[in-house]
């Protein structure tokens, strides 16, 4: 009897996950069912690629980082060896908004005492990093082991735009280890941040490799000429029918040894040995609370930020000088609302028509939550007024776009340690229920592409082992 897997969910977690269960269950020929269920009339999730009047517009992430090489090798797979495109070289340059003014931030470590980043003491305080003890804690806030480590200065201005940028959230309340988990290890590994640096980079330059820094972490951010999706676009033509958009599904139940009955808002049920949970969190909640109200509580527990994307397009002779780097970030309480803003445009060639330039500015987050409640025009007026502090810009954008994320960007506060081992306790109770996803193990592209094929291969073995036991049961 053939066996069937269903994934919900088709985001980028979900439709790697049918990929990678499609591509094994093909090679070993064991003839199983691979379903992808998605709510909306389109893949991806989160990744979105808008492309209007030459501008190229990404709602949610705009690439992944070519320092894992999961996604790079997914995408070779599915066809895009020759699509992928890095970031120009100068986007290495990073900018922080500190003091009424836009400051690099500086590329080795050492160089932050020539910078006007920090303070005098926050500078001396800097170089005591490495005479710092190592943690005994099991878990601690991101702020709070910056903090321990480089000074409360040092964790206000770099980290707290650095988790601001990266998560959308308070660093005071985020989780190190579920985080950071690297940042975690160096300490642990080498007793001091710069230490496991330095070691890094001698490794990185003895294998002919970039090692990262201070300015943002190592690998060069990489996508698609005609962005993200293509990627999420691509997995889903693999896929053909094996994906099913436009099917919500409303409850899981769980059968026992006759596996899961997934119910649908339209339509029959469909019944299913395995089902992969792919969906967020908040999402995948509900559909099996009356399964496990346990379960159901530890999802729910897991928390997002409301996120607002504002893209502008500006003629570039009206802007003045180029712009040439990355983009800037804005620690708290140095006075913009933004989180920052991404130089789009001057990151990856193609991302606006000949003489314009694309900025990309988030606002919100967990500071500031109600921001996505703001109206377009409101909105709008904030990011202007914004991009004309930290830039300059004086001109109005002759092109916009508002996007608003309600739910985000998971937030793995403080506990989540806890909380995904409390969630694989409860999924041991039933066998055959899987999750994936950035709600749990990480919120990064590669984070998802890395962990499909392990979710695949245990699905699949959780698949072949109960036909092993089935078989000498029937003996």
Not at 40 to 47: E, H, M, Y
Not at 51 to 68: I, K, Q, S, W
Not at 207 to 222: F, I, N, Q, S, Y
Not at 402 to 421: A, C, D, F
Request: with cysteine; net charge positive; charged share 25%.
């Amino acid at each position: 009897m053939q066996q069937t897997v269903v994934v919900v969910g088709g985001g980028v977690a979900g439709l790697a996950v049918a990929y990678e269960l499609a591509e094994r269950s093909q090679r070993l020929g064991d003839g199983v069912r691979v379903l992808c269920l998605e709510s909306s009339d389109r893949p991806g999730g989160n990744i979105r690629s808008e492309r209007v009047d030459g501008f190229t517009c990404e709602a949610g992430p705009t690439g992944f980082l070519d320092n894992a090489p999961a996604t790079i090798t997914l995408a070779r797979r599915v066809g895009l060896a020759d699509r992928m495109i890095r970031a120009k070289p100068e986007a290495a340059n990073r900018y922080i908004f500190r003091k009424g003014k836009l400051r690099k931030v500086p590329l080795e470590p050492l160089s932050f005492l020539g910078s006007g980043i920090l303070s005098p003491l926050g500078k001396l305080r800097l170089l005591g990093e490495p005479f710092m003890p190592r943690s005994r804690q099991a878990d601690e806030s991101i702020f709070q082991f910056a903090s321990r480590r480089i000074g409360r200065e040092a964790a206000s201005v770099l980290v707290d735009a650095m988790v601001s940028g990266v998560y959308a959230g308070n660093a005071r309340e985020l989780s190190l280890p579920a985080t950071f988990p690297k940042m975690r290890n160096m300490e642990q590994q080498h007793g001091s941040l710069f230490r496991a640096m330095l070691a890094k980079r001698k490794e990185a330059k003895s294998e002919g490799r970039e090692a990262g820094g201070p300015a943002g972490p190592g690998g060069v951010l990489t996508s698609f000429r005609n962005g993200l999706d293509e990627l999420t676009h691509a997995l889903a033509t693999a896929l053909g029918d094996k994906l099913r958009l436009r099917s919500p599904v409303q409850l899981i139940s769980n059968m026992g040894r006759r596996g899961f009955r997934i119910l649908l808002d339209e339509g029959s049920p469909i019944e299913a040995d395995a089902v992969v949970l792919a969906c967020p969190a908040w999402k995948a909640a509900p559909l099996i609370e009356s399964m496990d109200a346990k379960l159901h509580a530890t999802l729910t527990a897991i928390q997002s930020a409301a996120l607002a994307v504002v893209h502008t397009g500006y003629s570039a002779m009206a802007l003045g000088d180029p712009l040439t780097g990355f983009g800037y970030l804005v620690p708290r309480e140095q006075g913009p609302r933004v989180l920052g803003t991404l130089w789009i445009s001057q990151i990856f060639d193609g991302r606006a028509p000949d003489g314009a330039t694309l900025l990309t500015s988030m606002i919100g987050g967990a500071h500031d939550p109600h921001a996505v409640d703001l109206d377009d025009e409101s909105l709008m007026k904030v990011v202007r007024d914004d991009i004309k502090r930290t830039m300059s810009i004086m001109v109005r954008p002759y092109f916009t776009r508002i996007v608003r994320w309600p739910r985000g960007i998971p937030q793995y506060t403080l506990g989540h340690p806890e909380r995904m081992r409390a969630i694989e306790d409860r999924l041991q109770q039933h066998p055959g229920l899987f999750v994936s996803g950035n709600s749990y193990r990480g919120i990064s592209v590669n984070a998802c592409v890395e962990e499909a094929p392990q979710v695949a291969e245990a699905a699949l073995e959780f698949l072949h082992q109960r036909d092993d036991g089935d078989a000498k049961e029937s003996s």
